[in-house]
């Protein structure tokens, strides 16, 4: 299983970006997808999970209302909305893949892309 994960980029202040993670690879029978992000020098924070079946949405406590997952079954898709984006989203952001039944928000997951990096100046 492949996951490639896009759409990063340098934004300002005040913008919006979206990820897309795409899952490849073997028949994919994923149970969630999770987004994190990293900064430098910080340990890799858990940002939003998404199930396939059924759909069930976490996200983490200090992003919700900014950002947004949302996930294309039949592409295989999962995507990351970020609204209203502040210079400390700056980081790596990283999707990942279950595929056990386990929290989405603690995993582990079993499978990472490559990530993608968005910039927020202020």
């Known amino acids: 299983v492949q996951l490639q994960a896009s759409g990063g980029g340098l934004v300002q202040a005040g913008d919006s970006l979206r990820l897309s993670c795409s899952a490849s690879g073997r028949t994919f029978s994923g149970k969630a997808m999770g987004w994190f992000r990293r900064v430098p020098g910080k340990e890799r924070e858990f940002v939003a999970a998404?199930?396939?079946?059924?759909?069930?949405?976490y996200y983490a406590d200090s992003l919700k209302g900014r950002f947004t997952i949302s996930r294309d079954n039949a592409k295989n898709t999962v995507y990351l909305q970020m609204d209203s984006l502040k210079p400390e989203d700056t980081a790596v952001y990283y999707c990942?893949?279950?595929?056990?039944?386990?929290?989405?928000?603690?995993?582990?997951?079993?499978?990472w892309g490559q990530g993608t990096l968005v910039t927020v100046s202020s």
């Open positions: 990942a893949a279950q595929i056990y039944f386990v929290s989405p928000v603690t995993g582990p997951y079993n499978y």
């Open positions: 998404i199930r396939w079946s059924g759909g069930t949405i």
